[in-house]
Nanobody, 122 residues
């Protein structure tokens, strides 16, 4: 059974930083792509970033490019999202997700964590 557990969310002032973690277990993820999505109140869940478990490719939404960095530690089976220069519009519930290829629509992924809340105050 696949299990994805997010952590690291919290309240931060605009301009600050947070690092989210996603601990993965239950299967071999070596051929998978790990994703971060987010959902703000009243809005649809949106793609944030993704990384191949091999670590050789990363993908970012335009809204976070240059501010967020996705990475993974294969030895710890953990994926990270380093978020810098945070803005109030980054406030959302952040989800970790996994699929066998890069997906930009949340409807196309099968494995999800329960999310971690990020709140950015102005």
């Amino acid at each position: 059974q696949v299990q994805l557990v997010e952590s690291g969310g919290g309240l931060v002032q605009a301009g600050g930083s947070l690092r989210l973690s996603c601990a993965a277990s239950g299967r071999t993820f070596s051929s998978y792509v790990m994703h971060w999505f987010r959902q703000a109140p009243g809005k649809e869940r949106e793609f944030v970033a993704a990384v191949r478990w091999s670590g050789d490719s990363t993908y970012y939404a335009d809204s976070v490019k240059g501010r967020f960095t996705i990475s993974r530690d294969a030895a710890k089976n953990t994926v990270y999202l380093q978020m810098n220069s945070l803005k109030p519009e980054d406030t959302a519930l952040y989800y970790c997700a996994a699929e066998n290829s890069v997906r930009y629509s949340w409807r196309e992924l099968n494995y999800w964590g329960k999310g971690t809340l990020v709140s950015v105050s102005s």
